[in-house]
């Protein structure tokens, strides 16, 4: 950014004489310190300034270099100062720079002058090269080496000047050349001359400076001579077990060529050893291995022999020396039982005194010295050790001293007593092991299992889902510890149906039942349960008592019918004398209830009675509407359901099971001839059946054919029959001057339909009052004449003095009455001659035919 200041101030012609003393040239020797003054110069600002704004500024150097700074002096003055990064250097670097220096002042005068730096040469010291240039090196020399170069040293002289070697002390027994090789001048004796020569090494340049370095010439001892042990004994004795690293002996020996330097010999066992080794350095004899006396081999020859052996590694002369230990018996092993844990079976109420283990045959000490492997029995000790002791310390026998009665409340009820012994060494210091006895106290089975009763009951829902828990069974024994029981059903728990029927857990005695119980068959199970404790058993009885509940659906027949009736059937009509019967294998005749579920569109149907018998009639209950398309489906499909519930209250009826029967009617309305119905779009399915005569079916047309012929040959024979009849049988009868000449017979159905909201409460009765049953009225007026006297006849018999009542029927003749209610019908109406001539005596078809010719 500076740069492109300057250049801009250039460019615009805005630049001024400000720097004073440049452009110039100045001259600083290579090699100068950070911080010395190369040039000086002064800055002069225009008038109009009040003072520099950029102070003077090295923007630019050629070559460049970072070697340059300005530092100002006080004032308007500077100065140009190097700054040893890097360090100016003749040989190396340029011998002159550039440097642009910029100024301007605070009224927007810029000056820039270029100052000139020439280096100049300086003579330096010589320098060494090489790794005489950085350490001293050591040069090592054996002895009885003949005279000649051991080394040669480099130096060079920056200023390419011709150099100078010298080598001081003097006296030494080395010189080195013009070219810095460095030579002996004698053969050396190690044993005679020093071993050891520091040699100082100077080069100097013509002008005298110089520069010097250090090299360490060590001289060799060559090994020449035999070495020889110096160790006399030879015979060592230790304990056993001693610890790795322990020192037995200090092996010595010596070598001529070392006399007062450190041992350069090389000690070793000669025969490879497990339990020994040697310092090769030192001769330092220690263990390494664990020495046991009472292992074999020791166990029978306790003496270890070495061969020991001394070197120099550089001649291979060597000397051999042999030692043996002996190694001593401690008393290091504290008695072993095997095994150290024992496991006894006792019987409870086993009589005292009896031997139960002799300890002693399985405890030993493997010491090999007597005095050493003497044991005896101690310290018995463990929870119920009251009943055990011990017949001496010696033998270490185990007796019991008491009786064990694990049924008694008095004892701990302990089934296994765990038992210590201490075996313990005679000698010092007393090595000890603990043996672990483990008496098992064996129960005996002594009681059987016992029922908490002697029997059971339980009662239990006829509905209860196979599998549920319905009691427990409990059987205790009386022996510690208890055993385990087993229940099991040893009898009567299976029907004709089902093998089992009832489940029992083995080991919780949890009775669960495994096939639906069902009280309208069988009301009660007894069947028989054994514990049982593998040894001994007992049983007990169990009684289920299934308790009833409303668990069977009503079953209504027909389940399913089709009906068809005429559009304008008259409304209370039995529908085609249409009714349902219905049962439940555990409900009253007088719990059914009746209703229409689903289908029943604008409420053409009813059921009546609705609730309280297991009988109804389908009733039509309102007019079909076609014509004002109210109605307008021809086909009802009705899901009537039956409830077993008309004698539960409502309270109970929120938490007392109900059963739900269905029948499903299907009822077609057949439209009058003029009625128009309404379709609605259909697709018809055309259905081509087409039937071929298969050779091997040539029976079904013969079976045809004389079928046809037979029924025909009967027909004809019956009608001969009847032609005959008819000619042989006379005129009928007159008739007598003064019998009836009316004959009327009327069906008169009253149906009184009652519907009542019935509540249970707490007394069973029949809330619908049974329909009274068709009425028959027959008037035979036998020497009525006139109207008047059929209507007192019809007073007295239909309890009714005119024919327009609820009771009346409309007649033919002219009788003015008013129209039929709902719920009569006139059944017939026929004028014959005589009442004993309304129908025939005789049941035969042929009598039946000549009746109606008669008629």
């Known amino acids: 950014m500076l740069l492109f200041l300057v250049l801009l101030g250039v460019v615009s012609g805005k630049r001024h004489q400000l720097l004073k003393g440049l452009p110039a040239t100045s001259i600083v020797e290579e090699n100068s310190a950070a911080g010395v003054s190369v040039y000086s110069f002064n800055v002069t600002v225009s008038p109009l300034a009040s003072g520099v704004a950029v102070l003077p500024t090295i923007v630019k150097s050629n070559p460049l270099t970072e070697a340059f700074g300005i530092e100002p002096k006080g004032g308007l003055e500077f100065t140009v100062i190097t700054t040893g990064n890097p360090v100016l250097d003749y040989e190396t670097m340029p011998k002159s720079f550039d440097l642009q220096i910029f100024v301007e002042d605070t009224a927007g005068r810029t000056d820039l002058n270029i100052l000139t730096i020439r280096v100049k040469d300086k003579n330096e010291h010589p320098v060494f090269r090489g790794n005489v240039a950085i350490q001293t090196v050591t040069i090592y020399v054996l ?34 050349t013009e070219s810095g090789d460095i030579s002996s001048t004698k053969e050396f004796d190690y044993e005679k001359d020093p071993h050891s020569y520091f040699l100082n090494i100077t080069v100097t340049d013509p002008d005298g400076l110089n520069s010097t370095k250090t090299v360490n010439v060590n001289i060799i001892n060559i090994n020449d001579e035999r070495p020889y042990f110096t160790t006399k004994q030879r015979i060592y004795r230790i304990p056993e077990e001693q610890s790795p690293g322990t020192i037995v002996a200090n092996i010595t020996a010596k070598d001529p060529d070392d006399e007062d330097s450190p041992s350069r010999l090389f000690y070793s066992i000669q025969s490879s050893n497990r339990h020994f080794s040697i310092n090769p350095a030192t001769g330092v004899l220690q263990v390494t291995g664990r020495i046991d006396r009472d292992a074999l081999p020791l166990r029978l020859h306790p003496n270890i022999s070495l061969t020991l052996w001394v070197e120099d590694g550089l001649s291979n002369g060597h000397d051999t020396h042999e030692i043996t230990i002996i190694i001593d018996d401690v008393n290091d092993n504290s008695p072993e ?76 009820r302990i089934e296994v ?104 068959t069988t009301q009660k199970h007894i069947f028989t349960v054994q514990a049982s404790d593998q040894e001994k058993s007992t049983t007990a009885s169990v009684t289920v ?95 009537v359901h039956v409830t077993d519930d008309n004698l539960v209250s409502s309270r109970d009826k929120t938490t007392r099971l109900i059963k739900t029967g269905t029948v499903t009617l299907s009822i077609r309305v057949i439209p009058n ?33 004389a079928g046809a012929l037979l029924l025909l040959g009967l027909l004809g024979h019956l009608g001969l029959l009847l032609l005959a009849r008819l000619r042989a049988r006379g005129p009928p009868a007159r008739r007598a001057p003064h019998t009836a000449l009316f004959h009327f017979t009327f069906c008169v159905s009253s149906q009184t339909m009652t519907k009542i909201n019935t509540v249970f409460d707490g007394e069973a009765r029949d809330p619908v009052r049974t329909p009274h049953p068709c009425l028959y009225c027959q008037l035979s007026v036998q020497q009525s004449q006139s109207l008047e006297e059929f209507t007192t006849h019809h007073k007295a018999l239909c309890g009714s003095s005119t024919l327009n009542s609820s009771n009346g029927a409309g007649l033919s003749a002219g009788v003015p009455v008013s129209q039929p209610q709902p719920v009569l019908q006139m059944c017939s109406l026929a004028e014959v001659t005589r009442p004993e001539q309304y129908r025939p005596q005789s049941d035969s078809i042929l009598h039946y035919w000549h009746w109606l010719l008669e008629i």
């Open 143 to 176: 002895e009885r080496t003949p005279p000649g170069r051991i080394y040669q040293v480099y130096a060079d002289d920056p200023e390419n000047a011709k150099l100078k070697y010298s080598l001081l002390p003097a006296t030494v027994p080395f010189s080195i």
């Open 337 to 412: 039982c095997n095994p150290s844990d024992f496991w006894k079976e006792v019987n409870e109420n086993t009589t005292p005194g009896i031997f139960h283990v002799d300890l002693r045959n399985y405890c030993k000490d493997i010491d090999v010295d007597p005095s050493n492997n003497q044991f005896r029995f101690t310290g018995l000790s463990g929870f119920g050790s009251n009943n055990f002791a011990l017949e001496s310390t010696v033998s270490g026998r185990l007796v019991m001293n008491g009786t064990i009665d694990l049924e008694n409340s008095a004892n701990p």
């Open 417 to 520: 007593y765990s038992l210590t012994v201490r075996v313990q060494d005679t000698a010092h210091p007393n090595y000890s092991n603990i043996i672990y006895i483990y008496i098992r106290i064996k129960p005996v089975n002594e009681f059987s299992p016992d029922f908490r009763n002697l029997s059971y009951v339980f009662s239990v829902s006829e509905i209860t889902k196979v599998g549920s828990s319905i009691g427990r069974v409990h059987a205790i024994d009386e022996d510690w510890p208890p055993n385990v029981i087993t229940y099991s059903i040893v009898a009567g728990a299976g029907n004709r149906d089902y093998t089992n029927i009832f489940w029992i857990s083995p080991t919780k005695g949890d009775v669960r039942i495994l096939a639906r119980l069902d009280y309208e």
């Open 545 to 639: 008592n299934v308790l009833e509940v409303n668990d069977e659906e009503p079953v209504c027949s027909p389940n399913f019918f089709s009906l068809q009736i005429p559009v304008d059937l008259a409304i209370g009509t039995n529908i085609n004398g249409f009714r349902i019967e219905c049962q439940d294998r555990d409900s009253d005749p007088r719990s059914f209830r009746y209703f229409i579920n689903e289908g029943n569109e604008n409420s053409h149907f009813i059921f009546s009675p609705s609730a309280g018998s297991n009988t109804s009639y389908l009733i039509l209950a309102s007019r079909f509407d076609y014509e004002s398309g109210l109605d307008t489906n021809w086909i009802y499909s009705l899901r």
């Open 673 to 705: 001839p003029t009625t128009d119905t309404t379709t609605t779009p259909a697709f018809t399915l055309v259905m081509r059946r087409e039937n071929l005569y298969s050779p091997s079916a040539w029976y079904v047309p013969f079976v045809i054919t």
